[in-house]
């Protein structure tokens, strides 16, 4: 059973940088596709990155060019390292993991991910 929990969340001004890490129990055991989603208030919960176990990596055209998925295996955890923040960022931010062998690792199947984090919140502010 993996576990997740992200913390890092907070609030920033426009133009600013935040890095999450989410703590991903079992992550160094087995191959697992990391991803993280966000969903801001009224909106779907949408992916905006992942990371393959090779450390293949996917991007949002939102979010392209301006955040970063990395892994760390010694200690377990998962981070996004998250530049040039914008207003439009906002929202609650939730890291996900599924076994590779039962999955695509795409940002666009969120049906995919098994296993996620409680979320943590970020708030920018223009």
């Known amino acids: 059973q993996v576990q997740l929990e992200e913390s890092g969340g907070g609030s920033v001004q426009a133009g600013g940088s935040l890095t999450l890490s989410c703590a991903a129990s079992?992550?160094?055991?087995?191959?697992?596709?990391m991803a993280w989603f966000r969903q801001a208030p009224g909106k779907e919960r949408e992916g905006i990155a992942t990371?393959?176990?090779?450390?293949?990596?996917t991007y949002a055209d939102s979010v392209k060019g301006r955040f970063t998925i990395s892994r760390d295996y010694d200690k377990d955890t998962l981070y996004l390292h998250m530049n040039n923040l914008k207003p439009e960022d906002s929202a609650i931010y939730y890291c996900?993991?599924?076994?590779?062998?039962?999955?695509?690792?795409?940002?666009?199947?969120?049906?995919?991910?098994?296993?996620w984090g409680q979320g943590t919140q970020v708030t920018v502010s223009s």
């Open positions: 990371e393959e176990s090779d450390e293949s990596t």
């Open positions: 996900a993991a599924a076994e590779e062998a039962y999955s695509a690792c795409e940002i666009n199947l969120e049906s995919d991910f098994r296993y």
């Open positions: 079992l992550l160094r055991d087995s191959a697992f596709c």
